[in-house]
């Protein structure tokens, strides 16, 4: 089993920053890709940046140019620095990843339980 705990998100006014981190424990071989995923009241949810072990990112429109995303491999973990944040960035930010558990395994997903982020005046 892995575990995923996510910190740093919270109340911000618009054109302020967050960082968000993700770190992963547990059984885990290798992690092929880490990410953000967010989903606001009554849509779906959606990506919000990802990053491979090779350090390939990929970005949606409504996100590039202001959030980076960032891991550090010997802590198995992922940032998301959010910049010049939008009352639309507003929504529950899921951290997920993609690991081999054991050398001999598939490759499995799995999610953190979410934390808030909220831009408003």
């Known amino acids: 089993q892995v575990q995923l705990v996510e910190s740093g998100g919270g109340l911000v006014q618009p054109g302020g920053s967050l960082r968000l981190s993700c770190a992963a424990s547990?059984?885990?071989?290798?992690?092929?890709?880490m990410g953000w995923y967010r989903q606001a009241p009554g849509k779906q949810r959606v990506l919000v940046a990802s990053?491979?072990?090779?350090?390939?990112?990929n970005y949606p429109d409504s996100v590039k140019g202001r959030f980076t995303i960032s891991r550090d491999n010997a802590k198995n973990t992922v940032y998301l620095q959010m910049n010049s944040l939008k009352p639309e960035d507003t929504a529950v930010y899921y951290c997920?990843?993609?690991?081999?558990?054991?050398?001999?395994?598939?490759?499995?997903?799995?999610w953190g339980q979410g934390t808030q982020v909220t831009v408003s005046s």
């Open positions: 990053i491979t072990s090779s350090g390939n990112t």
């Open positions: 997920q990843t993609v690991v081999r558990p054991k050398a001999n395994s598939g490759m499995y997903i799995y």
């Open positions: 547990g059984s885990i071989f290798s992690i092929y890709a």
